[in-house]
């Protein structure tokens, strides 16, 4: 079987292709050549029917994951199949399996089965929970058992993977050498891979056998996200030679994959201050050839845990207008404890908006609907605001619970109302459209 990739690049034009061409109102031949480019991804595995389709990377609409996933303290598939169901309703792109505890062939399967959007995970985590149910000490991993686990996995219809193959030995003699790291090691998978790495004295087997972990994505068309394990934890550790040696890596591995046919994502970068996201970004795209890139946050301040939904919306909604092709959402428990379905939903509508903040930003060009979005709420044409908004029932919701004595206004000003004023005064001087100068003095609506 042949990937989307080396599909691309004989010029042939799937059924994956054309969808993600019309759903995104692009021409098929330009995402032909950003995927042969290894600029688009496309993770469906051709083992799993009824899958949506989803591009990701150059020129499209900035997509947003949800992770959910059992831990040891709260271990409940049927509360991860209702966060599955919450984060696609939602309107989630992809969705990540990352469970640490309980049957994880069963929390895979049950989560697979529930949902419609691609399903990524860390193959990781069950290496490393196997090795301790089975001797105890996680450092005892058997790399083959791994190698062997990627491919089981995928064959229950996963289709990406974060895979942890910058974390070598060269990234962890840079860490230790920096002599200061004040946010720790943030990722799960990275951290017991260096553990096992410090135990064994040996090298990453995902780093030494990066040819044979691309050989079995291709199998299945996956998409390979080269997870990082050394990203800062806090933001004072953001760009510490650690991260970025495995940054470093991590993109001269997107180029190795792609040159062999196996599509690519680079994972990136943590805790960031605002200041530095657009190098962040730019760093990437520049070493990896403009390998997708997606981002866990960023994070930009380390003071809001409660409300951490928000914070790393902010820096999102940032990394999204500089580039960001795919963001991990973060939920309101993030640093805290295992999100609910109402923390899953706080956090997929937060980083929802701020993917579309970035690509207002990014796609000048496609802000028509937040010109009609203002139109309507000039013209106080509420019934034809919501249509237009992303999240209409919350709008509804609020302003039906206070609702104005004059049905076009709304209880904020009531008779002080600006704009039912203000149209009053210059609906035929201010009615027009500056994109089409002759028709300055159209009214459109008018409201007052
Ligand atoms: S009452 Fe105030 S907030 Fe409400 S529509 Fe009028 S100007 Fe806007």
Redesign the pocket.
């Known amino acids: 079987m042949e990937t989307q990739l080396e599909l691309a690049r004989q010029n042939r034009v799937t059924p994956l292709m054309q969808r993600v061409a019309e759903d995104e109102n692009m021409a098929v031949e330009q995402i032909v050549r950003q995927v042969a480019a290894g600029r688009i991804v496309i993770p469906n595995n051709p083992g799993r029917s009824g899958q949506k389709v989803v591009g990701i990377g150059t020129g499209l609409r900035t997509k947003v994951n949800a992770s959910i996933g059992t831990s040891s303290d709260i271990c409940d598939i049927a509360l991860e199949v209702e966060k599955t169901r919450v984060a696609e309703a939602e309107g989630a792109d992809t969705l990540m399996e990352l469970s640490a505890a309980g049957d994880l062939d069963a929390v895979r399967r049950a989560v697979i089965h529930s949902t419609s959007l691609p399903v990524g995970n860390v193959p990781l985590y069950q290496a490393f929970h196997d090795t301790i149910r089975k001797t105890g000490d996680p450092t005892r991993m058997d790399p083959e058992y791994l190698f062997d686990l990627i491919e089981k996995q995928l064959a229950d219809g996963l289709s990406f993977m974060a895979i942890h193959c910058g974390v070598n030995r060269y990234t962890i003699e840079r860490l230790r050498r920096q002599k200061f790291r004040y946010g720790g090691l943030a990722s799960k998978g990275g951290t017991f891979m260096v553990a096992w790495m410090e135990k064994t004295g040996r090298e990453n087997p995902l780093y030494e056998q990066f040819d044979r972990v691309c050989g079995i994505m291709k199998k299945y068309d996956a998409v390979l996200s080269l997870g990082n394990g050394i990203r800062a934890g806090a933001i004072h550790d953001s760009h510490d030679r650690a991260q970025v040696a495995e940054m470093v890596i991590n993109c001269e591995l997107a180029e190795i994959g792609r040159d062999a046919g196996c599509q690519m994502m680079v994972e990136g970068p943590g805790h960031v201050p605002m200041d530095e996201i657009q190098g962040n970004i730019m760093l990437e795209k520049r070493m990896s050839g403009n390998a997708p890139y997606y981002v866990l946050g960023p994070i930009p301040a380390d003071t809001g845990a409660g409300l951490d939904h928000i914070t790393a919306a902010v820096g999102a909604a940032s990394s999204a207008r500089y580039g960001a092709d795919l963001i991990c959402y973060i939920t309101p428990a993030e640093h805290l404890a295992l999100p609910n379905a109402e923390d899953v939903r706080q956090g997929v509508r937060a980083t929802r908006l701020a993917a579309r903040i970035g690509d207002i930003s990014k796609y000048p060009e496609r802000r028509e609907t937040e010109k009609m979005a203002a139109l309507a709420?000039r013209d106080?044409q509420w019934q034809d605001l919501e249509s237009l908004l992303m999240f209409p029932e919350e709008a509804r919701r609020i302003r039906d619970s206070r609702a104005?004595e004059k049905a076009e206004?709304?209880?904020?000003?009531?008779d002080?109302?600006?704009?039912?004023k203000g149209m009053a005064l210059f609906a035929q001087d201010i009615g027009g459209d500056k994109q089409a100068p002759g028709r300055s003095t159209a009214a459109q609506g008018g409201g007052a």
Do not use: D, E, L, N
Request: net charge positive; proline share 7%; hydrophobic share 35%.
């Open positions: 709420r106080m104005p206004t709304c209880t904020m000003c009531g002080f109302c600006a704009m039912k």
